[in-house]
């Protein structure tokens, strides 16, 4: 359509520096637009660490679930979902209404004006014109930098955009609800600071773990071990990325069960077949020594959390559900939780909630 | 998927006794999960009766209005649908809304994560980690079933399932408002114990008028006719369960016309074509004699309720809706307000609104 | 379907004269359902722009905001959409959350009793039975009329009908906003009396061009253009409707250019092909000389309005989105704001708003 004269801007603005980038997204020295792990320093995660488990706290009696639906009651969000999702839009949206926000939703393409034509610039326009606040999922990759970019850069009423995955690059916070379940599932056995991440499946598609990579430097004498066929394994720029940052890798191509021991956490991740028109057939690879079933449980640390951003397929046994040690439940939980508080700390109403 | 092992259990749950399996959805001597009509005895359809009345009075005022808003608004409710439907859901979310609950909702299984391989179960138990209430209309027979069994046997934050229809199975909420439809037309006729119930249409594959057949054991010297072509007639299990409680019915499968004069409540049902993908062609049948005409009317008692559980096609003359005895239209408001009483009966707030 | 009863009754409707059909969408004197821009008045138009300003105003705090959640808390809105919409649809579903009511949608047909053989009529009572207001849109024409006729006519709990886009025919609530922007637009520049109105694109099945045009007998020497090939231009209805109302008008089938610096107000549109199947091929068709270019903006005045009803397509270069004169994304804005104040004023509030 007509937006090659803001095509050609925003690929400048891609090839700033990543802090430059980054500070476009932050207003007053904060997060205001969260687009990419790459935003979330330590004192950020220990900041949503403690408000999310306040907003928990509160939510346990009606009266303080009462003062939480007055907390953004006069703020309305849309919630922009152009790819398949059950999760990450009912994590989000219980998240909105958990603090009094009101909601708006488009999920199918084929009910918005895209149909007619229209740019998925204006389109975002238009939705930033009746909310204070956008949470997207797009299945191109950049959809929510561009959004965040172009209100920030063009609208005399930029609000906050949050991604809620973008193509297979991020998935911000999916990676703040796995540092959250880590440190608490840690927070009696030393913290995270010093453990040993084991994740394991379609490490090159999945944004999830790639976003979680991107976390580690916030956090000392971690080692990541990634294990996949080589088909599936890690892309080059987040071994980069991890270098940088001084953490120490190991890739794994042969099986799971090598280096289950070893491991601390354990995140178990899908074949991402969706993006299989794009790459090939992934069906033709044999992932059957990167599943982990209850017979591998005597060989996981007794202290060990088990981990999946969900969906699943048979990745994990369902008879590991029981174990004490599978987190994926808690951590799918979590997930409305850090959102919630990510949104409350956007809006800057994060100490009405602390001081309640 | 990876269920096998939780569809064996669950085949040993469906071969317990009635009551057992009852039982399952009880907590503290009260209805939790309404699975199936079956559940509900007099003191409960009394009940509901009572408490739907009083919701409605309440409702007429601003400040009544306004009370019932805070009822339930620090609880949240899923609409998971995965057949389509407006009645059953608009019922069911405008019920959510009168309580002040906040509501999300999966309608088209394609935005969902079913699409990516998640099997139902894990789907479930997603919906459960963010909301305090699932109501669920799915085309699986005993889905709801199994969704309220399987909460409260693996989760440890079960939360109340309500079944919105499932499969060709049950509809209990649906006959929850038609005895109440029943019970609210007969009130100063003597009230329903006595009466005689004319059930019309595709009475086989209708889960309305299996639901509401199981209803029948609760209410003293009442008679049942079922007119229906034989290949449309009631199944066994209904006949078998009339004659455990002592009900009397007649079977008529000439013409509606026949039995008209007999009835004091005529229910009429339209041909679930739907589900003829299993059951084969049933375009080939005649049913054209079991339809209700304007022409029809003097033949059918000044008493009568006529009903419909709808939608409709041609089975009931558009012309009969300005009839007094056309308790339709009202039928289908009731849905509303027995569910929003349903609700919160399930969540143990009947009092707060029986004392206001 | 079984509705050719009422099909009759409706035509007898609709060939009453207009005073006629607009009174029954009049209650007590006032709008009840708003279903064609006829209905619109100097009077309500200038109520309209009034209230709409208020309610930005009062909205500004969180005070004034909260406020505004309790005018109808106690109201539930139903909005029916079976043609693809996101602006219209978001734009009424804030307004109604501005208002504190809540909301029910139907917006992709699939997933309503349509599929099940269920008539318009049918429906609309259904969707009556559950809420206290009913926005649709419909790619039939007169649909909305029908429902509110319908409703008037027949049930004992009529409710209003708000017409959000129906076929090729009206779009009101698009007109109001058009003439609030108009309005606010020449606020200080002698009010919209005595301007001149552009309009370009595709006049002949633009349905907001035609509501806009019938709202042209309310204003005092104002003129309009109409620039579109001969293919595109407006239908013979609406000219006789300005020729009865005294409104001046030009008709230019070369070029844009030519009346460009002639215009107050320029209100461009897009080629509407989603109506293609019906009308022809429109593509074969040349507008490239109805297209606004960042070019031509020297030769359009300085006082001059740009607006655009959206999506646009390449019509207006996206260059021209920072221009001062270009009003399009506030006139979308303003769409939610006045779409509010219709709901309050339909509901009988605004004396509440205005006294605040």
């Known amino acids: 359509m007509c937006t090659s004269y803001l095509d050609d801007k925003f690929v400048t603005f891609r090839n700033l520096p990543m802090e430059q980038r980054i500070s476009c997204f932050t207003k007053r020295g904060r997060v205001f637009d969260m687009i990419m792990s790459q935003q979330m320093d330590r004192q950020f995660i220990d900041d949503i660490y403690h408000l999310t488990n306040k907003l928990r706290h509160i939510s346990k009696s ?29 994590s989000f949206h219980n998240a909105c209404h958990i603090l009094g926000m009101k909601t708006s939703e488009i999920r199918d393409p084929a009910l918005s004006s895209e149909v007619k034509g229209e740019s998925d610039d204006d389109g975002l326009r238009t939705f930033s014109s009746y909310t204070d606040l956008i949470i997207m999922r797009h299945s191109k990759s950049h959809m929510a930098e561009r959004a965040a970019w172009l209100l920030n850069t063009f609208s005399n009423r930029p609000i906050p955009i949050i991604n809620g995955g973008s193509g297979q690059d ?25 453990k040993t991440l084991l994740m394991c499946g379609d490490l090159k598609r999945g944004r999830t773990v790639r976003s979680l990579s ?44 090598k280096v289950l021991p070893l491991a601390d956490a354990i995140y178990m991740t899908r074949i991402q077949d ?21 017979s591998d449980m005597v060989n996981v640390k007794p202290t060990a959390a088990i981990m999946h ?4 397929r048979d990745e994990v046994d369902v008879e590991i559900d029981v174990d004490p040690r599978a987190m994926y439940w808690r951590q799918e939980r979590n997930g409305m939780w850090t959102r919630a508080a990510l949104i409350s700390y956007i809006f800057g109403v994060e100490h009405e909630i602390l001081n309640y």
Do not use: C
Not at 171 to 192: A, E
Not at 223 to 247: C, H, M, N, T
């Open 62 to 90: 009606k009266a303080g679930y009462m003062f939480l639906q007055n907390i953004l009651a006069h703020k309305r969000a849309m919630l922009y979902f152009n790819q398949p999702s059950s999760r990450t839009f009912l």
């Open 170 to 194: 991020q998935h911000p916070t999916q990676s703040l609800l796995d540092i959250y379940t880590l440190q608490r599932s840690f927070n009696n056995k030393g913290g995270f600071d010093g």
């Open 309 to 312: 951003p969900f969906p699943r």
């Open 274 to 294: 969706e993006h299989d028109r794009d790459h090939g057939d992934s069906g033709k690879i044999d992932i059957s020594k990167f599943k982990l079933k209850a």
């Open 214 to 257: 991107f976390l580690m430097r916030n956090f000392s004498d971690v080692k990541v071990i990634y294990a996949a066929p080589k088909a599936f394994q890690i892309r080059e720029d987040v071994l980069e990325a991890l270098e940088s940052y001084g953490v120490p890798y190991t890739i794994e191509t042969e099986s799971l069960q």
